[in-house]
Nanobody, 122 residues
Framework: QVQLVESGGGSVQAGGSLRLSCVAS????????MGWFRQAPGKEREFAAG????????YYADVVKGRFTISRDNAKNTVYLQMNSLKPEDTAVYYC???????????????WGQGTQVTVSS
């Protein structure tokens, strides 16, 4: 069983930056496809970014492309989401997610973290 624990959420003004971290346990992150989803109030959970374990490939939703960067440090079993130029519409609970399968679109994880709140004020 894989456990995912997120950290790094918080409140920031529009235009600011935050970095989220997700530590995986129960299986080496080098064998996991990992990603980030988000869910804003009253909206469905949506894919934000992903990174495959088969190579340094990354995937982004159009709404975050060019502003968010996903990266991983397998030595630390950790995946990061660097979020720059944040907008109020980025306000959401951000969830780390993973699967032992390769990346496919749509990304359908098997494992989820508990989520971390990101609030962007105007």
């Amino acid at each position: 069983q894989v456990q995912l624990v997120e950290s790094g959420g918080g409140s920031v003004q529009a235009g600011g930056s935050l970095r989220l971290s997700c530590v995986a346990s129960g299986r080496p992150s080098s064998t996991l496809t990992m990603g980030w989803f988000r869910q804003a109030p009253g909206k469905e959970r949506e894919f934000a970014a992903g990174t495959g374990w088969l190579g340094p490939s990354t995937y982004y939703a159009d709404v975050v492309k060019g502003r968010f960067t996903i990266s991983r440090d397998n030595a630390k079993n950790t995946v990061y989401l660097q979020m720059n130029s944040l907008k109020p519409e980025d306000t959401a609970v951000y969830y780390c997610a993973a699967t032992a399968r390769g990346f496919r679109s749509p990304f359908t994880p098997d494992y989820w973290g508990q989520g971390t709140q990101v609030t962007v004020s105007s």
